[in-house]
T-cell receptor
Framework: AQSVTQLGSHVSVSEGALVLLRCNYS??????LFWYVQYPNQGLQLLLK??????LVKGINGFEAEFKKSETSFHLTKPSAHMSDAAEYFC???????????FGTGTRLTIIP | ETGVTQSPTHLIKTRGQQVTLRCSSQ?????VSWYQQALGQGPQFIFQ???????GRGNFPPRFSGLQFPNYSSELNVNALELDDSALYLC????????????FGPGTRLLVL
């Protein structure tokens, strides 16, 4: 079985501050891990993915995430928040040989001017 | 290269009716997955189609059914609509060269009254 837990349904940070969105996964086999962003009334856009290559993954819009097997974590970070980063962020896991993505419940990121 | 497209964008139905949602996959993609995203939740996997065959199914009843066509476009059919079927329905496509990554369309928002 595979699952993800996103700690914090709402996160607020000031413009220019560090963004940290937490994701912990559970998977019986080595996982593929993803972060997606969803803007209001839109579909999901892929931010970045981990597929067992480098543990530090860089994505679009200045985001990055680090795969830590010992902590079963895949937290998303961005050094300096921008107003345009305000959105819903979803962490997802997929196991090799398993066709489905399993999503977390999402974290709504608010940027304070 | 065109992205994933879905139609219609919005739909209102009454309980007991049937609905068909459509998805055109991204150019070169032969796999389509459907997800249901209830308000305030993460997407839930409904099923996946690969080369016109169902290739995995989530925890959804048989009244949720699908088709994939030779051009890899897809339909999601829901019979005997219930109020709880109100959600955003997302289609995602992927290709054989990058099977772990799914690219999402903008979704169809269904309201069942």
């Amino acid at each position: 079985a595979q699952s993800v837990t996103q700690l914090g349904s709402h996160v607020s940070v000031s413009e220019g501050a560090l963004v940290l969105l937490r994701c912990n996964y559970s998977s019986s086999v080595p996982p593929y891990l993803f972060w997606y962003v969803q803007y209001p009334n839109q579909g999901l856009q892929l931010l970045l993915k981990y597929t067992s290559a480098a543990t530090l993954v860089k994505g679009i819009n200045g985001f990055e995430a680090e795969f830590k097997k010992s902590e079963t974590s895949f937290h998303l970070t961005k050094p300096s928040a921008h107003m345009s980063d305000a959105a819903e962020y979803f962490c997802a896991v997929r196991s090799e040989g398993n066709e489905k993505l399993t999503f977390g419940t999402g974290t709504r990121l608010t940027i304070i001017p | 290269e065109t992205g994933v497209t879905q139609s219609p964008t919005h739909l209102i139905k009454t309980r007991g009716q049937q609905v068909t949602l459509r998805c055109s996959s991204q150019s070169g993609h032969n796999t389509v997955s459907w997800y249901q995203q209830a308000l305030g939740q993460g997407p839930q996997f409904i099923f996946q189609y690969y080369r016109e065959e169902e290739n995995g199914r989530g925890n959804f009843p048989p009244r949720f059914s699908g088709l994939q066509f030779p051009n890899y476009s897809s339909e999601l059919n829901v019979n005997a609509l219930e109020l709880d079927d109100s959600a955003l329905y997302l289609c995602a496509s992927s290709n054989y060269r990058d099977t772990e990554t799914q690219y999402f369309g903008p979704g169809t928002r269904l309201l069942v009254l």
